[in-house]
């Protein structure tokens, strides 16, 4: 039984990542043919090309831009929000998280389509509001949101209310009571839901499809390269792009682990 398990596994993982491991060796491949099944040895260049483009770093900076902004104004958000619904009753809190996870279960396409709608319907009535760069960075942080919020839940669970209210007592203003032990406490959390919601900025298409106008990103980007042509510089693109969202999940895990060990060892509930 163990053994079927095992093969089970090995199946599972290899369906879901040889084609993964495929793209990210043939991003080496030397050939110039458009068939990525012909391989002809080790070679950069493609990683080379890719770099030359110039329509590519301006996607690429676009995308940072947007990526970096909706993270860190999701975040500041979100902590306020987290916050608030902490102190709400239990049913009200209750109510105000599930409308909060819906859009994590909402079909990427119904948002990309409904927030579409919304700037168009904006620019009606406020004027000179068109899609591009703004209403990017407004998208990416609706869809971030929720993210953030359920990051930073369970910290603030987990934290004892009476050291906040001991620090009024001691002569804190709500402010730096704040800053100097909610924060604290809660800044794995805070670091967490920013590093998920930068990672789900990067790695949008969908929502951006609808919302970017003129304006492209690094996944719309790699979209209209695989309409025109199929080019090997795809391989090098899709592989690169791979590697930032594995190496910033790769931190988040690091930091949930060591936040549950740290929990473990501290005695308190996870």
């Known amino acids: 039984m163990k053994v079927a398990s095992r093969i089970y596994t090995v199946l599972i993982f290899l369906f879901l990542y040889a084609p993964i491991a495929v793209l990210i060796a043939f991003s080496f491949n030397g050939s110039s043919v458009m068939s990525r099944s012909v391989w002809t040895g080790f070679s950069l260049k493609w990683y080379q090309q890719l770099f030359q483009d110039k329509m590519l770093l301006t996607s690429l900076r676009n995308t940072l831009i947007i990526a970096v ?132 900025s990067i790695d949008d298409f969908v929502v951006s499809y609808f919302t970017s106008g003129t304006t492209q990103t690094l996944p719309i980007f790699i979209y209209a390269m695989t309409r025109k042509r199929v080019s090997p510089e795809i391989n090098a693109l899709s592989t690169l792009l791979f590697g930032i969202i594995l190496f910033l999940l790769f931190i988040i895990n690091i930091r949930t682990s060591r936040e549950i060990h740290h929990s473990r060892a501290s005695g308190k509930e996870v």
């Not at 306020?80 to 599930?98: D, E, F, L, P, Y």
């Not at 579409?116 to 509001?129: E, Q, R, Y």
Request: aromatic share 8%.
């Open 69 to 200: 902004v909706a993270a860190i104004v999701s975040t500041a958000i979100g902590t306020a929000a987290a916050i608030g619904i902490s102190g709400m009753n239990k049913w009200m809190r209750h109510v105000v998280m599930n409308i909060t996870n819906f859009p994590m279960v909402n079909p990427d396409i119904v948002t990309g389509v409904s927030l579409m709608l919304l700037f168009v319907a904006a620019s009606k009535f406020m004027g000179n509001v068109s899609l591009g760069m703004g209403s990017l960075i407004l998208s990416h942080i609706t869809f971030c949101l929720p993210y953030v919020i359920l990051s930073i839940m369970p910290k603030l669970q987990q934290m004892d209310p009476n050291l906040y209210e001991a620090a009024q007592d001691l002569g804190c203003t709500p402010v730096t009571g704040f800053f100097r032990v909610v924060l604290p406490e809660i800044m794995p959390g805070v670091i967490t839901g920013l590093i998920m919601a930068f990672t789900l």
